[in-house]
């Protein structure tokens, strides 16, 4: 069980790990064009959630992952992802460790990705009073708009990404259904006419998984077209 709320096990709260599997603190981005060389590192949030499995995707493309437990972690990241988990239980620690505003401030400005849960706190409304959301991207939210867990499923999508379509294996589990979004918004992928990818400016939000598939393209790609050029708007 990860550390969080009923879990019985807060004991890794404060304890920041940058040291996880084969890094590569100097990396040559190839993707780039101009041999640009630059140290990067990707932030996942780590109160809640499944946020080992998005530091082995990180591994897996020679990236430094590390794991965002506290405020001052933000300092030391290029880029964020918000995993999946309980969006309810991810308020109550985000609030119970004064990291609120914080991520406001870095997710307005820095690369940040949210996929299930994290497409929750990303989004500007949610229909669950319980769920306080950081409301970074404009749309509106479902929790649990594919059903509950016994309704998860798993499926292939297709995506435009980086001028191309692409094929993504998608896990929805408790997925959440966007149910508006604004008209500058851009939708990379839908799941029978519904969006399930989007993007705005530096956000990148996902209704499904594709870390539990080991489908690196996901996470490659939020690298490449957030971060490795912050200064690039979708």
């Known amino acids: 069980m990860q550390p969080g709320i ?8 404060g304890i920041i790990d940058c040291g996880r599997g084969p890094v590569a603190g100097q990396i040559k981005l190839p993707w780039c064009g101009h041999n640009m060389t630059k140290s990067v590192t990707i932030g996942v949030l780590a109160l809640q959630g499944d946020f080992e499995r998005h530091l082995t995707q990180l591994e897996g493309l020679a990236l430094r992952g590390c794991e965002i437990r506290r405020a001052d972690h933000l300092d030391k990241i290029d880029g964020l992802i918000i995993p999946g988990g309980e969006s309810t239980t991810m308020t109550e620690l985000i609030d119970r460790f004064n990291m609120r505003q914080a991520l406001v401030d870095f997710c307005t400005t820095k690369p940040v990705w949210g996929t299930c849960a994290g497409m929750i706190m990303l989004a500007s409304e949610v229909d669950h009073d319980a769920v306080r959301p950081l409301k970074i991207i404009d749309i509106s939210v479902r929790r649990n708009g594919y059903g509950r867990q016994v309704h998860s499923f798993f499926t292939t999508i297709k995506a435009g990404l980086n001028g191309h379509i692409s094929d993504l294996k998608a896990s929805f589990i408790r997925a959440p259904l966007v149910s508006r979004y604004a008209p500058d918004i851009s939708v990379l992928a839908t799941y029978k006419d ?5 993007a705005h400016k530096n956000c990148l939000v996902s209704s499904f998984h594709t870390e539990l598939d080991d489908d690196l393209a996901l996470t490659d790609y939020f690298v490449r ?4 050029d912050s200064g690039v708007h979708v």
Do not use: I, K, Q, Y
């Open 6 to 13: 009923g879990s019985g096990d807060e004991r890794n709260f």
């Open 194 to 198: 519904t969006p399930v990818l989007l």
């Open 225 to 228: 077209r957030f971060v490795a």
